[in-house]
């Protein structure tokens, strides 16, 4: 237990080392692949198309419960406080400022993050990272970079698909279920809500994705032990990632609202 307690700070600074090292040196070639028009794009189209396909359909499903239960709540409160007009407002923005980027998020981190630590983990214990090494292959070139691009893609589309499906699915249920007034809904969403507002979630949506794929990249290179191996990463993975978005949330969140504090209606 002593011996634990000692290397795990060490061990946690490595491994955020290594993920900063890692998107840095992503960033850096995606740039230089762009500029001297060597990006993949095969790879990009075929990964964007893999991420999409496993976390649309989850997502589509998770954000209609997730806008119905936002216009349960504020819809509750607003009724409780004599404000049932402010129903649209609360629950629209709610949606848009923290729902839609944290549900595309979290589906990506489950879903396309674990996707892409197992297969990059199956290549290491496979030696097939290795021999691209060895080849003269860049790893970060070849296999990171098209998966970052692709997950911010997906991310900012998700989020985006979250923005809307959460909004229809609370003026549906606002409107049909607690016979609120269409119109003041949407009017008091639209008072209420600034372009501030989808700046900031788009923000979300590409840090998000960038993050889950660094990490996910990162966890599935430094894969060892086998196929245990591959287990553990890929469950380090999910949990790094959820708890790395919440943090990353919470930050934005709090400067969003020091920068472009709100004067009043």
């Given at each position: 237990?002593?011996?634990?307690?000692?290397?795990?700070?060490?061990?946690?600074?490595?491994?955020?080392?290594?993920?900063?090292?890692?998107?840095?040196?992503?960033?850096?070639?995606?740039?230089?692949?762009?500029?001297?028009?060597?990006?993949?794009?095969?790879?990009?189209?075929?990964?964007?198309?893999?991420?999409?396909?496993?976390?649309?359909?989850?997502?589509?499903?998770?954000?209609?419960?997730?806008?119905?239960?936002?216009?349960?709540?504020?819809?509750?409160?607003?009724?409780?406080?004599?404000?049932?007009?402010l129903a649209?407002?609360?629950?629209?923005?709610a949606?848009?400022?923290?729902?839609?980027?944290?549900?595309?998020?979290?589906?990506?981190?489950?879903?396309?993050g674990?996707?892409?630590?197992?297969?990059?983990?199956?290549?290491?214990?496979?030696?097939?990272?290795?021999?691209?090494?060895?080849?003269?292959?860049?790893?970060?070139r070849?296999?990171?970079?098209?998966?970052?691009?692709?997950?911010?893609?997906?991310?900012?589309a998700?989020?985006?698909?979250?923005?809307?499906?959460?909004?229809?699915?609370?003026?549906?249920?606002?409107?049909?279920?607690?016979?609120?007034?269409?119109?003041?809904?949407?009017?008091?969403?639209?008072?209420?809500?600034?372009?501030?507002?989808?700046?900031?979630?788009m923000?979300?949506?590409?840090?998000?994705?960038?993050?889950?794929?660094?990490?996910?990249?990162?966890?599935?290179?430094?894969?060892?032990?086998?196929p245990?191996?591959?287990?553990?990463?890929?469950?380090?993975?999910v949990?790094?990632?959820?708890?790395?978005?919440m943090?990353?949330?919470?930050?934005?969140?709090?400067?969003?609202?020091?920068?472009?504090?709100?004067?009043?209606?």
């Open positions: 237990m002593h011996g634990y307690t000692r290397r795990h700070p060490v061990a946690a600074l490595e491994t955020v080392g290594g993920q900063c090292v890692l998107g840095l040196r992503a960033i850096q070639y995606l740039v230089i692949d762009i500029a001297t028009f060597r990006f993949p794009v095969a790879e990009f189209v075929r990964q964007t198309a893999f991420m999409a396909s496993a976390s649309a359909v989850p997502t589509l499903f998770v954000a209609i419960p997730i806008g119905v239960t936002l216009s349960i709540q504020f819809g509750l409160l607003a009724g409780q406080v004599g404000a049932t007009s649209g407002a609360a629950s629209g923005l949606v848009i400022r923290q729902g839609a980027p944290m549900v595309a998020a979290l589906l990506m981190a489950s879903a396309a674990s996707a892409i630590c197992a297969d990059l983990g199956s290549r290491k214990i496979r030696d097939e990272i290795d021999a691209l090494e060895v080849m003269g292959i860049s790893v970060i070849r296999l990171v970079v098209p998966r970052l691009v692709a997950a911010i893609t997906v991310g900012v998700l989020t985006g698909l979250v923005c809307f499906v959460g909004f229809f699915s609370g003026y549906l249920f606002n409107t049909f279920v607690q016979n609120g007034t269409p119109g003041s809904f949407v009017s008091t969403f639209a008072s209420f809500a600034t372009v501030g507002d989808f700046f900031l979630t923000i979300k949506a590409v840090l998000y994705g960038a993050i889950v794929a660094i990490v996910a990249c990162h966890k599935g290179l430094t894969t060892r032990g086998g245990a191996g591959v287990a553990n990463s890929v469950n380090a993975t949990v790094a990632s959820i708890l790395l978005l943090v990353v949330n919470v930050v934005l969140t709090q400067l969003y609202v020091l920068m472009f504090p709100r004067t009043g209606f």
